[in-house]
């Protein structure tokens, strides 16, 4: 046996059941829809349960919707109970509110933090014992090239995603020696309502929700520990450790790196932060 043989049993999509977080809009609707068209039975979670039946309606009927608070472990629990085995696990949902730390509001952090890093870890607590059971099963945690790299007005969104980076690579470790792989994904910029309001381009790589989803779908066969997309951004974190302090500051004056914090249009992006303060001021 070769050294270098994947130590993971082949997943077949068409004999799958994939799970879903925040998939009623965004990156997690486009993943469903790749998904579904691959042959899976697409489970579509998402707090909010009638984006979640639109997007289930749209994909048709290898989906189903299911309403899913991922900040709550007996939702999570209840989840399990209702649609058995999953063989996949996307862990998709995630929020990212866009405020200077010391302007930014303890709900909002504490929803950020719970939905952004304990939803993932809730995912994997309930879904993973039935893979290792099985040994068997792929778990991909949705995480963010701001879970590598720090940017102004993003202090809470880039500590969520630096735990979400870190829990994704340490539970790898453990779940491989049960033939379960994780794989983490970190997208730039997406276009999707998360950064509307946000000058894109100039300098910030920027991708479409598809893109996203593609590469999601490529973990399924790769089973890659990492993988950013764009992909040519993959070392861009450690370009950033061994440049000097003074040239990657002049980087980010170049490209407007300040541009979450002071360019955000609060007319366009006013209904996503109504959404997440919604959230964030609404129990589990």
Not at 44 to 59: P, Q
Not at 64 to 76: E, F, N, P, Q, Y
Not at 108 to 116: E, H, L, Q, R, Y
Not at 170 to 175: D, P
Request: hydrophobic residues 45%; proline residues 4%; negative net charge.
């Amino acid at each position: 046996m070769s050294m270098f043989r994947s130590p993971y049993p082949s997943l077949t999509l068409a004999l799958s059941t994939v799970l879903v977080t925040g998939s009623g809009r965004g990156i997690g609707r486009a993943t469903a829809e790749l998904f579904a068209r691959h042959g899976a039975r697409v489970l579509v979670t998402d707090v909010d349960l009638d984006a979640a039946e639109e997007a289930a309606a749209a994909i048709g009927p290898d989906a189903s919707a299911h309403r899913l608070d991922v900040r709550s472990r007996r939702a999570w629990d209840e989840l399990a109970h209702e649609v058995g085995t999953v063989d996949i696990l996307v862990n998709n949902a995630g929020i990212m509110p866009l405020a200077a730390l010391l302007d930014e509001t303890d709900q909002t952090i504490d929803a950020t933090m719970d939905i952004n890093v304990r939803g993932p870890m809730h995912g994997m607590r309930v879904f993973g014992p039935q893979m290792v059971e099985r040994g068997y099963g792929h778990i991909v945690n949705v995480a963010s090239l701001a879970g590598k790299i720090p940017i102004h007005g993003m202090v809470a969104y880039n500590a969520s995603k630096f735990a979400a980076v870190g829990l994704s690579a340490a539970a790898r470790l453990e779940f491989a020696d049960h033939g379960v792989s994780v794989s983490t994904v970190l997208p730039s910029a997406v276009r999707t309502e998360l950064s509307s309001g946000v000058q894109l381009g100039h300098g910030l790589p920027t991708v479409d929700a598809e893109d996203v989803a593609r590469a999601i779908l490529r973990t399924c066969t790769t089973r890659q520990a990492e993988i950013a997309v764009p992909r040519y951004l993959s070392p861009a974190d450690v370009a950033l450790a061994v440049t000097p302090e003074r040239l990657t500051s002049i980087f980010r004056t170049v490209i407007g790196a300040r541009r979450a914090l002071t360019g955000v249009d609060h007319g366009v992006r006013g209904a996503y932060d109504q959404r997440v303060a919604r959230i964030a001021n609404t129990e589990s």
